[in-house]
């Protein structure tokens, strides 16, 4: 059999656990040399094939790729780039297939979201209009966990694990202080139309009483005057509220309640912070002292708390995609099957691309309360094992031993592209 080449690239918001799957890519691809000759990655992602800057991976060494199990964000870059429609620029989808024809690249593992899926479903199938057919395989990776098919995306796990230990952390804080000091804590996280990271604060309300009191969830617009009186609520039987809030966050008429009327490069709106809006909100009603917080990039870099079953799943994902692709499988996904809840067990499938490219998965109506402000009994049996297990990198000097690989470029074989 003859071997030939495969590019992998990183696309999106990166996660705490994305460098575990090119981990699972990287490994795998080693013990099928028969199939696969040499393994290259994109420079800052779906670019790294435009503008041909592949990165040779043979060149890291042993220590800095083992060190991607551990180490957060994309190792070889990413980027919110999303090619154009095929009608619309198809330059670009021929500019892929020019570069890896150039390359003997005839593998394309794509760890990314839903639009990231939708790019590998349309280069597998325009490579072989074009008579150069490529093997696409995505890899799924998102920490908004809202990819449909699998039970969970790789990333959310870790997110949803930051989410809840800083809310009970928080609630710890602020119930030490309530009598004197802040009375309202309000936490922003992400979720722009899916509130899975949103529901995972609620797991820091338990017999304790700490937690969440209030959670908003972009499925369940504000019902204003009753979100303001759950919290006088909570402020009049325990001294204090502690409210985490999705960034995604609704008003009555379903508009964002921090729109800043600008979209990014896929053509989502951009947010401009819902936390504040939310204090203001509840100063003006009621004059509470109030703080607000907003994780932001925090929770899907904070690998220092990585859940160990996410970290296990994207790097068993990474290989998935690898097996798949040798056993001749194209345009698919590697998705988690779940077979049990306690304890969690777990298998991998597989799923066409074309069911999951551009599909977003919402956190189902069953999750959340009949007062739309908390999480019920089978969001909390589903979101429990996928922050379990600690899964802490080697430290140095008091601080996480992260590593930079060198992202060395091998030379250009095509004409400069100038149509990004």
């Given amino acids: 059999m003859v071997s030939h080449n495969a590019f992998y690239a990183q696309s999106g918001g990166v996660t705490a656990v994305i460098n575990a799957s090119a981990a699972g890519v990287i490994a795998e691809a080693k013990t099928h040399p028969e199939t696969i000759g040499t393994l290259y990655a994109g420079r800052d992602g779906i670019l790294g094939a435009l503008t041909e800057e592949l990165i040779d991976i043979g060149a890291e060494s042993e220590e800095s790729i083992a060190a991607l199990l551990h180490t957060p964000a994309g190792a070889f870059g990413s980027c919110r780039y999303k090619l154009k429609s095929l009608t619309e620029h198809r330059a670009q989808y021929e500019r892929l297939i020019e570069v890896f024809k150039a390359h003997d690249i005839r593998y394309f593992f794509y ?3 839903g639009d990231s899926q939708d790019t590998a479903h349309k280069v597998s199938q325009l490579s072989e209009k074009m008579g150069f057919p490529i093997t696409c395989i995505g890899v799924p990776k998102t920490m908004d966990n809202d990819l449909p098919v699998t039970d969970c995306c790789p990333g959310f796990g870790s997110v ?26 309000v936490m922003e996280v992400m979720g722009r139309h899916a509130g899975w990271v949103a529901a995972s604060a609620g797991l820091a309300r338990d017999e304790r009483g700490l937690g969440p009191d209030i959670i908003l969830f972009p499925e369940i617009p504000l019902d204003e005057p009753r979100f303001l009186a759950a919290v006088d609520r909570a402020v009049q039987e325990r001294g204090f509220c502690m409210i985490a809030v999705s960034e995604g966050a609704k008003d009555a008429e379903g508009e964002f309640l921090s729109s800043a009327g600008n979209t990014d490069a896929f053509g989502h709106a951009q947010l401009g912070g819902v936390a504040p809006v939310i204090v203001d909100k509840i100063k003006k009603h009621g004059g509470y002292k109030c703080h607000w917080a907003v994780c932001d990039y925090l929770q899907r870099s904070a690998r220092h708390i990585a859940s160990k079953t996410d970290v296990d799943q994207a790097f068993e994902l990474g290989r998935a995609a690898v097996r798949f692709a040798v056993e001749g499988e194209n345009a698919v996904m590697p998705v988690i099957v779940r077979e049990a809840d306690s304890p969690y067990r777990w298998h991998i499938d597989r799923a066409p691309l074309a069911q999951v490219a551009n599909v977003e998965r919402t956190l189902p109506r069953h999750y959340i309360s009949d007062n739309g402000f908390e999480i019920t009994d089978a969001a909390r049996r589903y979101l429990l094992p996928l922050i379990e297990g600690e899964a802490y990198p080697p430290y140095r000097n008091g601080l996480p031993d992260y590593r930079v690989l060198d992202k060395a470029i091998i030379p250009k074989k095509c004409p400069v592209f100038n149509e990004l």
């Fill in 111 to 113: 760890n990314g979201g």
């Fill in 160 to 185: 949803a694990k930051y989410t809840a230990v800083s809310m009970l952390e928080a609630s710890f804080d602020v119930a030490s202080m309530q009598r004197t000091s802040t009375k309202v804590f």
